[in-house]
């Protein structure tokens, strides 16, 4: 339900965001081509046909991020990539991609269906290591974690792979994080490189884990919040990134145990260095 309502929030922004470039393109170019009425009746057309085109455009871009057709939820699930550099060494982000669900119905009494992920959509931002060794390889292994810590470590730049349990994966040249919850070796079967954060489909050849995902917790939440903030400090206000993470910490304190705790010491040092740095 929730995920519906955002989902329409988004689609509402969209088209206010359409709507408004709209107008403010209609009132520069009419003030800027048009001396009578009759030429500034016949660009206003003009202009219109461009919206539908616009509007067309971006809602056939809804249907293909959610995958199936429909305008529907592009639903965003936040776990670790780990892939591989020219060197043969391991890179491992955090990353959000979109999912596409798939759902098998299973002969057993007790559990009716079976969700699994069937596909992804990466959208890397083309400066990042993930995004290069994506486009490279076309190859790479999805993780998820409820270990915070791991997060804040990525984010931080404190893994090199060798603190970590690593496997070799089946059905690609990549390396598994064993004790993740999840894993998902994927092959990337088409890219888009046209904008500043690409946009790479990714289907899943082969899935495993250990299905110790132990459960949603306020802390580990807030963990996830402030390491994305944390790699977003040169857009950041420095009051609002002060009050936020006042906000976590105080969650963190109430909610959190050992590894949140110290997943959130390791994000503020590196947040406070990145800020000594800019002063
Ligand atoms: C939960 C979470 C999700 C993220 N999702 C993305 C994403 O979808 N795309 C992206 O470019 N960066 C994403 N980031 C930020 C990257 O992890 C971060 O920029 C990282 O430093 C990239 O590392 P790399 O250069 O080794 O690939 C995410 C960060 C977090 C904490």
Redesign the pocket.
């Known amino acids: 339900m929730e995920q519906t309502c955002t989902c329409r929030r988004r689609q509402l922004g969209n088209a206010i965001n359409s709507l408004a470039t709209w107008i403010s393109s209609c009132v520069t170019i009419l003030n800027i081509t048009c001396q009578n009425r009759f030429s500034q009746l016949i660009v206003l057309c003009l202009l219109t046909i461009c919206l539908e085109i616009d509007y067309d455009r971006s809602s056939q871009e809804i249907k293909r991020l959610s995958f199936t057709g429909e305008i529907s939820l592009p639903f965003?699930l936040?776990?670790i990539?780990t892939?591989l550099n020219r060197d043969g060494s391991i890179?491992?982000?955090?990353?959000?991609?979109i999912v596409e669900l798939g759902h098998d119905e299973l002969r057993n009494e007790e559990l009716e269906h079976k969700t699994e992920i069937r596909r992804f959509l990466?959208?890397?931002?083309q400066?990042?290591?993930?995004?290069?060794?994506l486009l490279a390889t076309k190859q790479g292994v999805f993780h998820l974690s409820d270990d915070v810590l791991l997060?804040a470590r990525?984010?931080t730049?404190q893994l090199t792979g060798e603190e970590l349990p690593l496997t070799p994966a089946k059905t690609i040249e990549g390396k598994i994080i064993s004790n993740a919850c999840q894993w998902h070796e994927f092959r990337i079967v088409s890219c888009n490189t046209d904008s500043i954060?690409a946009e790479l489909e990714a289907e899943v050849l082969h899935q495993g884990g250990r299905g110790c995902f132990l459960g949603f917790n306020r802390a580990k939440n807030a963990i996830?919040e402030t390491?994305?903030l944390?790699?977003r400090l040169h857009l950041l206000e420095k009051d609002f990134l002060q009050q936020e993470l006042e906000r976590f910490r105080t969650i963190i304190e109430k909610t959190g145990g050992d590894r949140e705790c110290e997943a959130f010491g390791l994000l503020t040092n590196f947040i406070s260095a990145y800020r000594e740095d800019e002063s």
């Open positions: 965003i936040e776990g990539v892939t890179n491992i982000a955090p990353m959000g991609p990466f959208r890397p931002f400066d990042s290591q993930t995004c290069r060794n997060f990525a984010i730049k954060r996830i390491a994305i944390a790699t």
